[in-house]
């Protein structure tokens, strides 16, 4: 994520202000320009109408014509009934993380078609399950998340069931998103189809088995560590993907919002004979896994050290070895060819 000012006054502000702190400007965003903008001024050119759901979904980004539903709020194409309270705020929860998944994927190039513009197109069911149980999944362009997820004593519950080290509403939609780019990213007889069974393992397997072997019989593998960034990739390539280019994601806007705040790590203050000295510069990044990588691991490494500070849990709970690197290094050829 980048940083973004006031235009008015100049102040800080975040992605999700609605309006300035300091000088009450009411403030929208601009998805074309990515910028933050003051609402309903005279005579400019910028978009200056809020978006339709900028009440119900808490959504701050602009639209040309008011009425009109915004770049993000238009991909979802099923939300809670307006009795249903509890899965209403869910809704704005999801509708928040939604914002920040798709503000990535247009930084990064990634192509992106609605369903309201062709057949088959990314559509977002964003899902009460206050009547019936709702599976958080991707099919055929369609991501549904079950809202209860955007509920932390639920979501808490279900990451400790399932030996999570972290789960979160923008964890589920990077990964669903993954799921959605792989036949883009990588198209049915492809050599990057070929290269990426290689990494990732034969897809072809039966999914249902190998949801029925992961859960009812044998669980993750001894010693998935070495290979997986997750205990759930191990179920099936396509979980590895979607595990793995999440990952990736989380990679990416982390280190820009590092780069976005001129945060460097030149450390620690003690002499080590670590392997890894902890220099990060996520402003040197150049194009390719390797500075990418070597700018990521050591700001973990003072992320983690700030984060239990405060008494929190590791902001970032997982090992990267060489064989998920090289996933990692698949999926960064491809974002960057397939993006611009
Ligand atoms: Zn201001
Ligand atoms: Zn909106
Ligand atoms: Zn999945």
């Known amino acids: 994520m980048l940083a973004f000012a006031c235009p008015v006054c100049e102040r800080l502000l975040?992605?999700?202000?609605?309006s300035c702190l300091h000088c009450a400007s009411q403030l929208g965003f601009d998805s074309r320009r990515r910028a933050m903008i003051a609402?309903?001024?005279?005579?400019?050119?910028?978009?200056?109408?809020?978006?339709?759901?900028?009440?119900?979904?808490?959504?701050?980004w602009l639209v040309d014509v008011a009425g009109?539903?915004?770049?993000?709020?238009?991909?979802?194409?099923?939300?809670?009934?307006?009795?249903?309270?509890?899965?209403?705020?869910?809704?704005?929860?999801?509708?928040?993380?939604?914002?920040?998944?798709?503000?990535?994927?247009?930084?990064?190039g990634l192509p992106l078609e609605g369903w309201h513009e062709r057949e088959g197109g990314l559509a977002f069911d964003l899902l009460s399950s206050e009547q019936a149980a709702v599976t958080t999944g991707h099919a055929d362009g369609v991501i549904t998340l079950d809202l209860d997820e955007t509920d932390p004593a639920h979501r808490e519950r279900?990451?400790?069931?399932?030996?999570?080290?972290?789960?979160?509403?923008?964890?589920?939609?990077?990964h669903e998103i993954a799921h959605y780019y792989q036949p883009i990213l990588v198209p049915e007889g492809t050599p990057a189809q070929a290269r990426c069974r290689e990494l990732f393992g034969d897809d072809r397997e039966d999914y249902r088995q190998a949801m029925?072997?992961?859960?009812?019989?044998?669980?993750?593998?001894?010693?998935?560590?070495?290979?997986?960034?997750?205990?759930?990739?191990?179920?099936?390539?396509?979980e590895d993907w979607a595990e793995t280019f999440a990952h990736y994601l989380h990679v990416r806007d982390t280190l820009q919002t590092a780069?976005?705040?001129g945060v460097r790590v030149e450390g620690p203050s003690i002499k080590t004979d670590d392997a890894a000295p902890l220099h990060s510069r996520p402003d040197d990044v150049e194009e390719g896994i390797a500075t990418l990588l070597e700018a990521w691991i050591p700001m973990t490494f003072a992320l983690n050290a700030i984060s239990r500070s405060m008494g929190s849990p590791d902001l970032y709970p997982f090992v990267l070895t060489e064989e998920i690197e090289a996933k990692l290094a698949f999926i960064d050829e491809l974002v960057r060819g397939g993006g611009r």
Do not use: I
Not at 14 to 18: A, G, I, K, L, P
């Open 158 to 174: 279900m990451r400790l069931r399932l030996g999570e080290p972290y789960r979160t509403v923008l964890g589920h939609m990077r």
């Open 68 to 108: 009109q539903l915004c770049a993000s709020c238009v991909l979802t194409r099923t939300r809670p009934n307006d009795a249903d309270t509890r899965g209403l705020g869910g809704f704005a929860t999801a509708e928040a993380a939604k914002r920040r998944l798709l503000f990535e994927l247009a930084d990064l």
């Open 259 to 261: 780069s976005a705040y």
């Open 39 to 60: 609402v309903g001024r005279s005579g400019s050119q910028d978009p200056s109408h809020r978006c339709a759901n900028a009440r119900l979904a808490a959504c701050n």
């Open 14 to 18: 975040t992605f999700e202000s609605t």
């Open 212 to 238: 029925d072997r992961y859960y009812h019989s044998s669980g993750a593998s001894a010693g998935w560590k070495q290979r997986f960034v997750s205990a759930y990739a191990t179920m099936h390539p396509w």
